[in-house]
């Protein structure tokens, strides 16, 4: 293990030179808080130490992005009830997720960025919190900050865990380097039983218990409002298809099956909404050559007409809203040649009618929830989007139908939140 980190820190500033740019384009571009982004070079001004300091010796939370950092907020929570006397910082990748938890944050709870990778960054920020437990989500696993924490006497947990098919078979492939590493937290809380086989495959002697998947114990805030299209769209009532968290391709498969069906129902409305806000001139001009008449809701923009048919939308916490307000929802990164997945679970709670992709490498286990219940539409090819959304568009009973199993299958596999404070408390 020393040697293999000896040659990961060997290797990392290498890695770097070629990361960079693609980091700083993401800043510029992206929205989201940027303010504090030196955090992630480990770069604190003395006020901000100071500022710190009262969240010593707590626990860290490191959280990616928007999504992990929903259901880390959940969690943060509980864990403030569970030890008030105990500080919270929580940590995100991404400016975007920086922007939420710093919008939710709990009483007794900090918000950093997270530093790169590198040794000496890892210990500086180790240093200055302190931490008595540090808590990962899902597939954050950086060897210095784990191996790091140890030594220092922290605490380790990776909560929410998941393990597809394919990282699984990278980390079997270099088993010799994340079997061991793997070994070093206190606990592994699996998403899924399937999971949790995959992470023993590869590690057989990590601590790795079956929690389930936090995301299934979400809730929907009771006041939630949709967004108002009538804005972009005009008075009136729509049926609006709602594509989110949609990736590169799939805006085109999307707004292609949109307009031929709009020549048959012209009250019909497409949402989109990127994955990466940076996409955004990108996926405007795929509309460009659709001809499909669209507003871009950060900035004003409209092209292609005066009569909008479609908003492309990726204000920071705002899907929720508008997955309120939709007929339809697609689940991005499942067409147009992407079979990852993304989250299904906050139509499902608003009750929404879903369409993705038959094969969701990152959620198979809460796609078989879904199909097992017969709550959800699935496509095993693009042209099958057309005629699907047509059902679903035509038939009211059916999406009703649809989202009312949704929720319901959902709900019975709610309690991981509790399992995994029990795991977390065994580690006190």
């Given at each position: 293990m020393k040697i293999m980190l000896f040659f990961y820190n060997l290797v990392l500033p290498l890695g770097f030179v070629f990361?960079?740019?693609?980091?700083?384009?993401?800043?510029?571009r992206r929205p989201g808080w940027k303010k504090t982004f030196g955090e992630r070079f480990a770069c604190y001004k003395k006020e901000r130490k100071a500022e710190l300091e009262a969240y010593k010796n707590g626990i860290w939370i490191h959280a990616v992005s928007v999504g992990e950092s929903v259901i880390a907020l959940a969690?943060?929570?509980?864990?403030?009830?569970?030890?008030?006397?105990?500080?919270?910082?929580?940590?995100?990748?991404?400016?975007?997720?920086?922007?939420?938890?710093?919008?939710?944050?709990?009483?007794?709870?900090?918000?950093?960025?997270?530093?790169?990778?590198?040794?000496?960054?890892?210990?500086?920020?180790?240093?200055m919190l302190k931490p008595q437990m540090l808590v990962i989500f899902e597939t954050e696993i950086w060897p210095n900050l784990i191996v790091q924490s140890k030594k220092q006497g922290v605490k380790t947990a990776l909560v929410n865990a998941r393990l597809s098919d394919h990282s699984a078979k990278g980390y079997n492939r270099f088993k010799f380097f994340f079997a061991p590493l793997l070994a070093k937290f206190d606990?592994?809380?699996?998403?899924?039983?399937?999971?949790?086989?995959?992470?023993?495959?590869?590690?057989?002697?990590?601590?790795?218990?079956?929690?389930?998947?936090?995301?299934?114990?979400?809730?929907v805030p009771a006041d939630l409002q949709a967004v108002d299209l009538a804005e972009y769209f005009g008075e009136g009532e729509y049926k609006v298809v709602l594509g989110a968290s949609t990736h590169p391709g799939e805006e085109a498969v999307i707004a292609a099956s949109f307009k031929e069906l709009y020549q048959a129902d012209d009250k019909l409305r497409l949402v989109l909404i990127p994955r990466h806000a940076e996409r955004g001139e990108e996926v405007m001009q795929a509309m460009a050559k659709l001809e499909i008449p669209t507003?871009?809701?950060?900035?004003?923009?409209?092209?292609?007409?005066?009569?909008?048919?479609?908003?492309?939308?990726?204000?920071?916490?705002?899907?929720?809203?508008?997955?309120?307000?939709?007929d339809v929802v697609i689940m991005g990164k499942s067409i147009a040649g992407h079979d990852e997945g993304h989250n299904l679970i906050e139509p499902a709670l608003l009750k929404k009618a879903v369409v993705t992709g038959s094969v969701l490498r990152n959620f198979r286990f809460l796609l078989q929830v879904l199909t097992g219940k017969d709550a959800i539409k699935t496509i095993a090819s693009d042209s099958e989007l057309t005629g699907v959304l047509a059902e679903l568009l035509n038939n009211d009973d059916l999406r009703n139908e649809l989202g009312n199993k949704a929720f319901a299958a959902i709900s019975e596999h709610s309690g991981a939140t509790d399992k995994t404070l029990a795991v977390l408390g065994k580690l006190f």
């Amino acid at each position: 293990m020393k040697i293999m980190l000896f040659f990961y820190n060997l290797v990392l500033p290498l890695g770097f030179v070629f990361f960079v740019p693609g980091l700083l384009w993401k800043l510029w571009r992206r929205p989201g808080w940027k303010k504090t982004f030196g955090e992630r070079f480990a770069c604190y001004k003395k006020e901000r130490k100071a500022e710190l300091e009262a969240y010593k010796n707590g626990i860290w939370i490191h959280a990616v992005s928007v999504g992990e950092s929903v259901i880390a907020l959940a969690l943060s929570k509980k864990l403030r009830v569970a030890y008030p006397d105990l500080p919270i910082v929580i940590s995100t990748g991404t400016t975007t997720g920086q922007e939420l938890v710093r919008k939710q944050l709990p009483e007794g709870a900090a918000a950093i960025f997270c530093p790169m990778d590198f040794l000496w960054m890892v210990k500086k920020v180790l240093r200055m919190l302190k931490p008595q437990m540090l808590v990962i989500f899902e597939t954050e696993i950086w060897p210095n900050l784990i191996v790091q924490s140890k030594k220092q006497g922290v605490k380790t947990a990776l909560v929410n865990a998941r393990l597809s098919d394919h990282s699984a078979k990278g980390y079997n492939r270099f088993k010799f380097f994340f079997a061991p590493l793997l070994a070093k937290f206190d606990v592994i809380a699996s998403q899924s039983e399937g999971d949790k086989e995959r992470f023993l495959q590869v590690s057989p002697q990590a601590n790795v218990q079956n929690c389930g998947n936090l995301k299934f114990d979400q809730s929907v805030p009771a006041d939630l409002q949709a967004v108002d299209l009538a804005e972009y769209f005009g008075e009136g009532e729509y049926k609006v298809v709602l594509g989110a968290s949609t990736h590169p391709g799939e805006e085109a498969v999307i707004a292609a099956s949109f307009k031929e069906l709009y020549q048959a129902d012209d009250k019909l409305r497409l949402v989109l909404i990127p994955r990466h806000a940076e996409r955004g001139e990108e996926v405007m001009q795929a509309m460009a050559k659709l001809e499909i008449p669209t507003a871009r809701r950060s900035n004003g923009e409209r092209a292609g007409g005066e009569k909008i048919l479609c908003l492309l939308a990726y204000t920071t916490g705002e899907m929720l809203k508008f997955m309120k307000g939709s007929d339809v929802v697609i689940m991005g990164k499942s067409i147009a040649g992407h079979d990852e997945g993304h989250n299904l679970i906050e139509p499902a709670l608003l009750k929404k009618a879903v369409v993705t992709g038959s094969v969701l490498r990152n959620f198979r286990f809460l796609l078989q929830v879904l199909t097992g219940k017969d709550a959800i539409k699935t496509i095993a090819s693009d042209s099958e989007l057309t005629g699907v959304l047509a059902e679903l568009l035509n038939n009211d009973d059916l999406r009703n139908e649809l989202g009312n199993k949704a929720f319901a299958a959902i709900s019975e596999h709610s309690g991981a939140t509790d399992k995994t404070l029990a795991v977390l408390g065994k580690l006190f």
